[in-house]
C-alpha cells in the first residue's frame, strides 16, 4: 500500500492509527486496506474520509463496521454508499452524511 500511496510504511501506519484510513487486521497482523477508499485521481485517501470514521467509531473499536457501513448502499442516499457521497461535490449530502453520529445512522 505504502508504494501505491507514494509514501512509506510508517506512514501507512501512522494514518491508520490516526483513524484516516479503514483497515483489517488479519491473524498475522497485516493490515488490509479497502480499495474504494483510495482516489483515482491522485491516489490520496477520499477527502474528509478520516472524519467520517472517528464520527462512526470514535473509539477506533469496530472498523470491519465502518468497511461495511462506508461500502453499502443507503436509501438516504438515492442507493448511493457513504464512500461515494464523500467523493461527490453535493454538499449537502455530505454534510448530512458528517452529521450521523453512528454506523447506523443511515441503514438501509
Known amino acids: 500500500m ?5 509514501t512509506t510504511t510508517d506512514a501507512v501506519d501512522q494514518e491508520i492509527a490516526a483513524g484516516g484510513a479503514l483497515y ?5 497482523g497485516t493490515a488490509l486496506m479497502q480499495a474504494a477508499q483510495f482516489s483515482d485521481a491522485d491516489s490520496g485517501l477520499v477527502p474528509r474520509l478520516s472524519e467520517l470514521t472517528f464520527r462512526m467509531d470514535p473509539a477506533g473499536e469496530d472498523p470491519e ?10 436509501k438516504a ?28 445512522a443511515f441503514v438501509g
Open 77 to 104: 442516499f438515492h442507493g448511493g454508499r457513504p464512500i461515494e457521497v464523500l467523493r461527490s461535490s453535493d454538499a449537502a449530502a455530505i454534510a448530512q452524511l458528517l452529521a450521523a453520529d453512528r454506523i447506523g
Open 2 to 6: 505504502a508504494e501505491y500511496l507514494g
Open 65 to 74: 463496521g465502518v468497511i461495511l457501513w462506508a461500502l453499502t448502499q443507503q
Open 24 to 28: 483489517l487486521r488479519t491473524s498475522d
